[in-house]
């Protein structure tokens, strides 16, 4: 039985998805929003990202852009 040659080749962009806090769903190209702070002690605090619909929308200004 003759072996492949060719090796599968692995795609050349990632995609991501993540959960949009605004319109609740999961979605791509999310960005940060905001981080809330809970309670005292280590550790991060929660997270919410949006879509960019819901930037536009709600004129949201993700964290890296203020």
């Known amino acids: 039985m003759a072996e492949p040659t060719q090796t599968q080749s692995t795609p ?3 995609s991501a998805y993540a ?3 605004w319109h609740k ?6 960005r940060l929003i905001q981080i809330e702070e809970t309670g005292s002690g280590p550790g991060p605090g929660r997270q919410r990202f949006a ?4 930037q536009i929308t709600h004129g949201l200004v993700p964290l890296a852009d203020r």
């Open 51 to 54: 879509c960019h619909p819901c």
């Open 25 to 30: 769903g999961v979605t791509r190209d999310v």
């Open 12 to 14: 050349t962009t990632l």
């Open 19 to 21: 959960y949009c806090w």
